[in-house]
C-alpha cells in the first residue's frame, strides 16, 4: 500500500482544522500561486506530475459527498480557478482535474480539494 493510501486509511476526524486550513488562516506557510475570496490554489509538496498544484474552497468543506445544494457556484469557480492556473502554469496541451472522496477514493486530507496535474502526457485508467 502506498504512504496515501495508508493516509487516507486512517484520516483524522473531518469535523477537525486540517492542514488546509493552516494554509488559508496563514499559520503554515505554502507555495500559494492563486487566491481570492472564496478559494486558493498551491503547488503540492509531493507533485506526482511536473505540475501538480491543489485548488481549495477557504469554507472547510469535508469531501464532494459533503457538498450541499447552493455549492454549485462554488464548485464551478473553483473549476474556473484550476483551468486559468493551468492556462497561466503553461499546461496548453491538457491536463487532469482529479477529485480524491473518502476513504476508497484515497482523500488523505478532509478539506475537499481538487488536484490538477500536468506538463506530461498521463496515462489511462489512472488507478
Not at 17 to 45: M, Q
Not at 86 to 94: P, T
Not at 110 to 118: A, M
Request: glycine fraction near 8%; hydrophobic fraction near 35%.
Amino acid at each position: 500500500m502506498s504512504t496515501e493510501v495508508e493516509k487516507a486509511q486512517h484520516a483524522g476526524d473531518i469535523s477537525k482544522p486540517t492542514i488546509f486550513s493552516k494554509i488559508i488562516n496563514k499559520e503554515i506557510k505554502a507555495d500559494i500561486i492563486y487566491e481570492d475570496e472564496t478559494c486558493l490554489a498551491f503547488n503540492d509538496i509531493q507533485p506526482q506530475a511536473p505540475v501538480h498544484f491543489l485548488v481549495i474552497p477557504k469554507v472547510q468543506i469535508p469531501m464532494l459527498d459533503s457538498c450541499k445544494d447552493g455549492d454549485e457556484k462554488l464548485l464551478g469557480h473553483m473549476m474556473h480557478v484550476c483551468s486559468k492556473v493551468a492556462k497561466e502554469r503553461g499546461l496548453l496541451e491538457g491536463y487532469r482535474v482529479v477529485v480524491n472522496n473518502g476513504k476508497h477514493g484515497c482523500q488523505s486530507v478532509y478539506h475537499l480539494h481538487l488536484h490538477v496535474l500536468g506538463g506530461r502526457q498521463m496515462d489511462w485508467p489512472p488507478g
